[in-house]
């Protein structure tokens, strides 16, 4: 366990961060295989199957990514603060919660699937395939969740070595289980679905065995601890807004899917791949930004206000020095990159759609660096009215960007929209932290 507030900040942040970049570079670079892997021996309707319906995933996912997240800053605070016993009773009490309503949620999207792939105009194609791996990973998703339960709850208590660790663990669970279930097995998209869902069970009892080890180092009981209401309440400022926030950012992944579907097959599998590109290159700097999330929550936890506004100076260097080598690779070698998605000797439309964005697009996203390093500061900070107002500018100027240059430039109009995005939230983000508004109740976060 790690308090960041002490020593070197530039070697503290470096240190803390690194395993996480690279452990979100696994998770990443594993959904990428995945997708390749989905397109050389499935097609392009293999990728647009598993695809078609990912913006409903990522919803959920990002919900309780954002739950979990939420949750962590308070257990970072606590335990910047050395109060280690409500730090137990919050962990276990928010675990519950999380589990008992994913599996919730879980069970009304697979009941009502027709009605959820008629919204999205999943191509008929495509939907039987689409269907099966919808229905297979929903079935397992609590288990894959837990994951970011794990990593935020390791995160908050200065460890992330151990999360890089068993990142390397999922992704060679995950890509043996899709090789052998596809090439072996046949077991098509329904192979891929179950390798995930496989990886994240193994993973989740290695994160189980961790946390009881850090509660002996800090003198806890392990045994039983019961549920507390109190303990929910005191989170809840902490976990709400970050899932009204992530639900506000991929609502708008999610209506916008129904327009990219209504495109054709070619641009729901261009999208699939453009997005594992977005998502490899925003994983960098998104866990590098994990680190600012901490270190504020435990400076506020050890009264350390002074140190604070430092920590975003780094956080900003940092990230855009992890992002910079991988953004010039994929747009530099955007045709090679682009064509490991598809069949060999495929030339089609879903091609060309992939790597247009990748040398034209991709290179903007140095814009979201911004708004995603502020997002970290001001969950950290607990600045949640502005975490939320950010993501829903963004939001709302996606949707009508996209919607507006579709009209004109089909596939392109929808990233133009994305890139319109960026732009808008990074100005607001730079005015809100400039004119000093999140100074304001910052001693009123003191747990």
């Not at 040398?359 to 140095?366: A, G, H, R, T, V």
């Not at 392109?412 to 890139?419: H, L, T």
Request: hydrophobic residues 50%.
């Amino acid at each position: 366990m790690k308090d960041l507030t002490k020593d070197n900040i530039y070697k503290t942040f470096l240190v803390f961060a690194i395993p996480l970049v690279l452990s979100g570079f696994l998770t990443q670079a594993y959904q990428i295989i995945d997708t390749i892997i989905a397109g050389r021996y499935l097609g392009a309707d293999g990728i647009a199957a598993i695809g078609a319906t990912s913006s409903c995933i990522q919803l959920i996912s990002s919900l309780f990514w954002g739950f979990a997240t939420g949750t962590s800053v308070y257990i970072a605070m606590l335990f910047g603060a050395k109060d280690y016993e409500n730090l137990k009773s919050s962990l276990y009490s928010n675990f519950v919660l999380y589990t008992g309503t994913i599996i919730a949620i879980a069970v009304i999207l697979i009941a009502f699937q027709n009605q959820v792939f008629d919204f999205m105009k999943v191509d008929n194609s495509i939907r039987d395939d689409a269907g099966i791996y919808y229905t297979i990973y929903l079935s397992g998703i609590v288990m894959i969740l837990l994951n970011h339960f794990g990593i935020s709850t390791l995160n908050a208590l200065g460890i992330s070595g151990f999360c890089f660790a068993m990142s390397l663990v999922s992704t060679t669970l995950n890509l043996a289980g899709n090789l052998i279930s596809v090439t072996v097995l046949n077991a098509g998209v329904a192979g891929l679905a179950a390798s995930s869902v496989f990886a994240g069970i193994v993973v989740d009892v290695f994160y189980f065995i961790k946390i009881r080890q850090c509660f002996k180092k800090m003198a806890l009981e392990t045994g039983s601890v019961r549920f507390s209401k109190t303990a929910i309440r005191r989170t809840f400022s902490f976990s709400l807004p970050p899932m009204i926030q992530q639900t506000v950012m991929y609502v708008a992944s999610f209506l916008i899917s129904p327009l990219i579907n209504g495109l054709g097959a070619a641009a729901t599998a261009a999208y699939t791949v453009v997005h594992r590109l977005y998502e490899i290159n925003a994983n960098v700097y998104q866990n590098s930004a994990k680190t600012l999330t901490t270190y504020t929550a435990q400076c506020i936890g050890a009264k350390k206000y002074d140190k604070i506004k430092k920590g975003v100076g780094v956080a900003l260097i940092q990230g855009i020095a992890f992002l910079l080598p991988l953004l010039l690779v994929c747009s530099i070698f955007a045709n090679d990159i682009c064509a490991l998605f598809f069949s060999k000797g495929y030339t089609g439309d879903g091609l060309t759609f992939s790597v247009d964005f990748a040398k034209y697009f991709l290179p903007l996203i140095l814009f979201n660096v911004i708004n995603n390093l502020f997002h970290a500061f001001y969950r950290g900070v607990k600045c949640m009215n502005l975490l939320v107002i950010s993501t829903t500018i963004g939001s709302v100027a996606r949707i009508v960007a996209s919607i507006v240059l579709s009209r004109f430039f089909g596939i392109y109009g929808v990233y133009g929209g994305w890139v319109v995005s960026w732009i808008i939230e990074a100005m607001f983000c730079l005015f809100t932290y400039f004119t000093g508004v999140w100074k304001k109740n910052l001693k009123n976060n003191e747990i």
